[in-house]
């Protein structure tokens, strides 16, 4: 059953992935008016979906990638969802939902094999731990793409070309890159604390010397460094998006990390 | 299309394409008036509807008159009713309007009066008050009891037409004038203007302009700085605004958002590293410089430094030139618009048209029947109830039969409107 809510849930992302591009190029209100409810319900049906696979695996968290990219998925749409009715802008959902699409195409029409039998992984902190921690990504990756879209802009009326109509001014531009990195750092920090805590209490400190481990905490710092250089000196533009794409791509790298760590794995393949 | 419509629409009218300003004002009515001079219009004779259209770029008298235009000598008889009212009105001779009038008669009239209200007929296509002006009109002749069925169901319609083509094409999308370029180039950077502070560095009609543009879409604070201090004062009054001293203006220019400059120095104000320092203290927050000056007052090389954007005189006429182009696109695509819901307005009045054909006809057919069943009445007196209904019946549908062929005919002329009609 949590299948055909998954598949439901992506059929309207998929749509809502349509909808948004007229809603956004156009600046049609009838396609934003489908965008914006087919998010939301999508949104209910994956969150239907993920815990109906959650407890029939007997587990509380998404374990397997599949599991972990749909959760991922799911997070994106929310915070898209918070971005639209913040700035009033659906412009951010062009990137977006097609990335909350192909994030639940995989799981909802080929689901994993994977499975584990790990005890910790019945206990919620692993779940507020892995949520937070999806939450910070998604913040991030929309972010960066704000920051892109700033840049796009910014390009544009820099060479006096015609500024893209569809794209929000560079102010709100900024602002969405800005306040999406403020709401992912305390979900960084708490979701990388609660981590520790529970490593520390299960594997001890043998955990902390793990590569995987390392990198997450150099994402951290990083991640703090480039809040404090925007929020300090207003960095924008070109030095923003460069910025970002670091970051993003240390969040990428302490991803696949968990494919070398030998403590952070959990399933068994 | 028939000429038995029921009245004979004509429309007379100059216009800044037709008419010179000096002929254009000697005719203008003023709002106050504008129900004087209906009423007037509407005592004319053989006037039974009329509109009056006065706009600073128009005139137009939208008239509704007696007969058809295929009676002899009911054109010329038309547009001398309608000369006589300008002169006795405007007490201006007929030779003055004559040499720029335009007429135009039904169709050709449904037609003109929908680009006018969809802005195609306008000095700057696509700009958006001519609709409002086009419904004050309509609702002064309304008020006077100058608008009744038919002029009403052509201005509904009309309204109709202005909200699709602006609906439908982006006609009035753009800005197309130095000062709402600025506006909008402002919002793309800063979103709201919302307390936004302006500083006009010297004085000059256009940027005391745009600065009016910015002020009514939200600008805050007005900064004002000039050489002459009076001169300052007087602005920055006029904008409720602060002044600011010339010698200070480097110091103090980064505390605005939007910098237009225009005074005639003949050196640059602003360099580029004037930029960088400005960023630097609004710790990279953009400003936006709208350099109308010539020569310039800010360095083209400030555009350079991030968060800094410089548009001069030339650039923001080459914003407002590409805009114009657009907007004679989108006029192509609504000139289309246009003559498809002049030919649905057309199809719509033959099918109003044919009503009363078609009842003459049923109305006849049904007298022949009851004359001929009086006439056997006798005869058929001997059935009984149910027979003598039974004969009712076979007459009404012989009547029906015989009439069909007739009747399909008939509205056969006039399907394309009910196809009209169901795709609306």
């Given amino acids: ?269 | 299309m028939s000429q038995t419509t029921p009245g004979n629409l004509v429309l007379l009218g100059i216009n800044h394409n037709t008419a010179p300003i000096d002929v254009r004002e000697r005719l203008a009515i003023p709002p106050g008036r504008l129900a004087d001079a209906t009423r007037t219009l509407l005592h004319q004779p053989g006037i039974r509807e009329g509109l009056i259209l006065s706009t600073c770029n128009r005139v137009e008298l939208v008239t509704l008159q007696e007969g058809t235009a295929a009676e002899p000598g009911s054109q010329t008889g038309n547009k001398a009713d309608l000369l006589r009212f300008l002169h006795e009105y405007f007490s201006v001779p007929p030779a003055t309007p004559t040499p720029h009038l335009y007429e135009f008669r039904e169709r050709e009239a449904v037609r003109h009066l929908f680009r006018v209200a969809s802005s195609l007929d306008s000095m700057v296509v696509g700009e958006p008050q001519i609709l409002g002006q086009v419904k004050e009109s309509y609702t002064v002749a309304r008020e006077v009891g100058a608008v009744s069925t038919t002029l009403e169901a052509l201005l509904q319609r009309t309204f109709t037409v202005a909200k699709k083509v602006r609906s439908e094409t982006q006609i009035g999308s753009s800005s197309v004038s130095i000062a709402s370029v600025a506006v909008d180039l402002a919002r793309k950077i800063f979103g709201s203007l919302q307390g936004k502070t302006v500083l006009l560095v010297g004085a000059g009609k256009m940027s005391e302009l745009a600065a009016r543009h910015l002020i009514q879409q939200g600008a805050g604070t007005i900064l004002v700085a000039n050489r002459t201090e009076s001169r300052a004062e007087k602005i920055a009054a006029e904008f409720h605004g602060t002044v600011i001293p010339f010698d200070a203006l480097h110091e103090q220019a980064d505390r605005a958002d939007i910098v237009i400059t225009s005074t005639g120095a003949p050196q640059k104000l602003f360099g580029r590293s004037h930029g960088q320092h400005f960023l630097h203290r609004r710790r990279n927050r953009p400003m936006f410089f709208i350099d109308i000056a010539v020569p310039r007052d800010v360095d083209p090389r400030m555009n350079e430094v991030e968060g800094c954007f410089v548009y001069d005189i030339d650039d923001l006429q080459q914003v407002a030139a590409a805009n114009l182009a657009d907007r004679s696109r989108e006029a192509e695509a609504a000139e289309t618009i246009v003559s498809r819901e002049v030919d649905k307005y057309q199809q719509r009045l033959q099918t109003r048209d044919a009503v009363p054909a078609i009842l003459a006809l049923q109305q006849s057919a049904e007298a022949i029947r009851e004359a001929e069943l009086a006439r056997a009445a006798k005869r058929l007196s001997a059935l009984t109830p149910d027979q003598q209904a039974a004969v009712e019946a076979l007459t009404r549908s012989l009547t029906a039969k015989l009439l069909h062929p007739q009747l399909t005919a008939l509205r056969r002329t006039t399907s394309p409107a009910e196809d009209d009609k169901s795709s609306d």
């Fill in chain 1, 1 to 269: 059953m949590s299948l055909l809510w998954l598949r439901v849930a992506v059929l309207l992302y998929g749509i809502a992935a349509l909808a948004v591009l007229p809603a956004a190029l156009y600046d049609r209100p009838r396609w934003r008016h489908i965008a914006i409810p087919a998010t939301t319900a999508a949104i209910l049906f994956h969150f239907v979906s993920l815990a109906e696979m959650l407890n029939a695996a007997h587990h509380r968290l998404p374990v397997d990638t599949h599991e972990t990219q749909a959760f991922l998925g799911l997070v994106l749409a929310l915070v898209f969802l918070i971005v639209y009715a913040r700035y009033k802008t659906v412009s951010v959902g062009v990137f977006v939902l097609p990335i909350c699409f192909l994030l639940g195409l995989i799981p909802a029409f080929h689901p994993g094999q994977e499975y584990t039998s790990f005890p910790l992984l019945h206990t919620g902190w692993i779940f507020l731990h892995i949520a937070l921690l999806l939450a910070a990504y998604a913040a991030l990756l929309v972010s960066l793409l704000a920051s892109l879209l700033y840049l796009i802009q910014e390009r544009r009326l820099k060479s006096k070309s015609p500024a893209i109509p569809w794209l929000p001014p560079l102010e709100t531009t900024d602002q969405i890159a800005l306040k999406t990195l403020l709401f992912g750092l305390p979900c960084m920090t708490a979701g990388l604390l609660i981590g520790s805590l529970i490593a520390q209490a299960t594997v001890g400190a043998s955990y902390f010397r793990d590569p995987k481990i390392l990198l997450a905490f150099a994402m951290w710092l990083a991640y703090v460094a480039m809040i404090f250089i925007r929020r300090h000196s207003g960095l924008r533009g070109r030095r923003a998006v460069y910025l970002s794409s670091f970051i993003f791509l240390v969040v990428l790298t302490v991803w696949a990390a968990n494919q070398f760590s030998s403590v952070h794995r959990f399933t068994t393949p």
